[in-house]
């Protein structure tokens, strides 16, 4: 199993090996084969590679390469899954690589967690037991995400870092081939920049919550929050709540 032994020494070998050949690769087919030959060596049944949205460049989420279970992504889409969608709550605020179960004990104060855990049994009956993802970012945040999962796999610390490393290089190689990269990488900066504690109370204003909502998720008092909402107000611009989300959205700062 990777993450053991002399096991996790030759799959980290095939990480390094992986990172070369994509250095080599000439086109999205290429880089597509070696990276599904690499989720496969690993024992992961499914993966996705994802542009995140960017408002303030019109970008949707939209998918580079992926073999995701069969119905998963209609049944998904269908229950609006990615409204309440734990992984992709925390994707927005992460820094650093996380596994999928880890994500809903973050959230354990959400209103919306009954709903949570429906949707992660759910996708446990299409073969999505737990998995990892890999958050890419740019110069204006949050770009693009690398995701792996089905039967539990334990990477080590070194195998997350090496995969972490392999996610970015991936990701920005097929926009290279694709001819997307300089669409981000020419994207205007915006001048505004929050705190991760002001990023956490915009994502969850977006998400409905209100200010004693917030209070419980976070561990502070609803005057804490409000202060920073006032001052989110302040440095944005915004009238009221609606207008800062829809401001957030708009810059980008939060997806």
């Not at 992984?87 to 354990?108: G, I, S, V």
């Not at 956490?200 to 004693?212: D, R, V, W, Y």
């Amino acid at each position: 199993m990777p993450g053991s032994g002399s096991g996790a020494v030759l799959n980290i070998t095939m990480i390094v090996q992986f990172l070369v050949l994509l250095g080599e690769a000439k086109t999205p087919e290429q880089v597509t084969a070696e990276l599904e030959s690499l989720v496969d060596s690993y024992g992961f049944d499914f993966y996705s590679l994802l542009i995140q949205p960017l408002p303030q460049l019109k970008l949707q989420r939209s998918v580079l390469a992926a073999e995701w279970p069969a119905n998963w992504t209609e049944l998904y889409t269908q229950r609006k899954y990615s409204l309440i969608d734990p992984t992709l709550r925390w994707l927005r605020l992460a820094q650093r690589p996380f596994r999928w179960k880890d994500a809903l004990l973050t959230l354990k104060a959400d209103p919306h967690r009954q709903r949570m855990k429906r949707m992660l049994q759910e996708a446990a009956r299409h073969g999505l037991h737990d998995g990892y993802l890999f958050p890419v970012h740019g110069r204006n945040g949050l770009v693009g995400s690398f995701a792996v999962g089905g039967k539990p796999v334990d990477l080590s610390p070194a195998e997350i870092s090496l995969f972490d490393a392999a996610a970015k290089a991936v990701f920005w190689k097929l926009l290279e081939l694709l001819h997307k990269a300089d669409i981000f990488e020419n994207a205007p900066l915006s001048d505004v920049q929050l705190t991760r504690r002001e990023m956490e109370i915009t994502l969850l204003l977006a998400n409905g919550l209100t200010s004693n909502e917030i209070a419980r998720e976070l561990d502070i008092s609803s005057h804490t929050v409000d202060w920073y909402i006032n001052g989110l107000h302040e440095k944005l611009g915004a009238n009221n709540r609606q207008h800062l989300i829809a401001l957030a959205f708009r810059l980008a700062l939060i997806a």
